[in-house]
């Protein structure tokens, strides 16, 4: 069954601090991950996508993706009020994209 | 269009009754999706279609639910004798994509999602 695993939290942090949101997937045969921020009742914008194992830095964004062990994570640092809202992981295997359920990130100022 | 267009943005049924949604892709995007989102769950895929044709409806949860794409643009799904558990939030999405998710240009398979319609059956 391909399955997309997230804490769903929620999860606060402080405003200046890191938030890490993390994924696990089971599907061996994944090949492209994504990560989606929606606001309260606004539908999911991407944030980043990773293919290759190691990092990808997007300005204060840094996706992790760890093929071996199935999971991919993100970084936030510096977190801001306006980063708070419902962090979503997505993989994509065929042609269909399965998504988590979401993790809830507060920053509190 | 600049985005992708669902209309309507809110939509109030009765049980039992007919309903359909729109989907205007962005312009160019030959490959469209159909999920469902529940509250406080992650989208849930329905249907996806590469040009006119459906090529996964895998996740039409039964036979009162059906979508078209007659031009390869619009889409409209379309939910026969709605029942109180299909009130959701259903979201399109667009991309431009090679056939599998991973090869080619990863930048290709990037969804990009309208504003949702919501859709409540009382």
């Known amino acids: 069954q391909k399955e997309v695993e997230q804490n769903s939290g929620p999860l606060s942090v402080p405003e200046g601090a890191i938030a890490s949101l993390n994924c696990t997937y089971s599907?061996?045969?994944?090949?492209?991950f994504f990560w989606y921020r929606q606001y309260s009742g606004k539908s999911p914008e991407l944030i980043m996508f990773i293919y290759s194992n190691g990092d990808k830095e997007d300005g204060r964004f840094t996706a992790q993706l760890n093929k071996a062990s199935q999971y991919v994570s993100l970084l936030i640092r510096d977190s801001q009020p306006s980063d708070s809202a419902t962090y979503l992981c997505?993989?994509?295997?065929?042609?269909?994209?399965?998504f988590g359920t979401g993790t809830s990130l507060t920053v509190i100022p | 269009g600049a985005g992708v267009s669902q209309t309507p943005s809110n939509k109030v049924t009765e049980k039992g009754k007919y309903v359909e949604l729109r989907c205007d892709p962005i312009?160019?995007?030959?490959?469209l999706y159909w999920y469902r989102q529940s509250l406080g769950q992650g989208p849930e895929f329905l249907i996806y279609?590469?040009?006119?044709?459906?090529?996964?409806d895998s996740g039409l949860p039964n036979d009162r639910f059906f979508a078209v794409r007659p031009e390869g643009s619009v889409s409209t799904l379309k939910i026969q004798r709605t029942e109180r558990g299909d009130s959701a939030v259903y979201l399109c999405?667009?991309?431009?994509?090679?056939?599998?998710?991973?090869?080619?240009?990863?930048?290709?398979?990037?969804?990009?999602f309208g504003a949702g319609s919501r859709l409540t059956v009382l």
């Open positions: 999405a667009s991309s431009v994509r090679s056939k599998i998710p991973g090869q080619g240009s990863p930048g290709a398979n990037v969804l990009t």
């Open positions: 599907d061996r045969g994944s090949q492209s």
């Open positions: 312009s160019g995007h030959t490959a």
């Open positions: 279609f590469q040009g006119t044709g459906a090529a996964d």
């Open positions: 997505a993989w994509g295997s065929g042609n269909q994209f399965y």
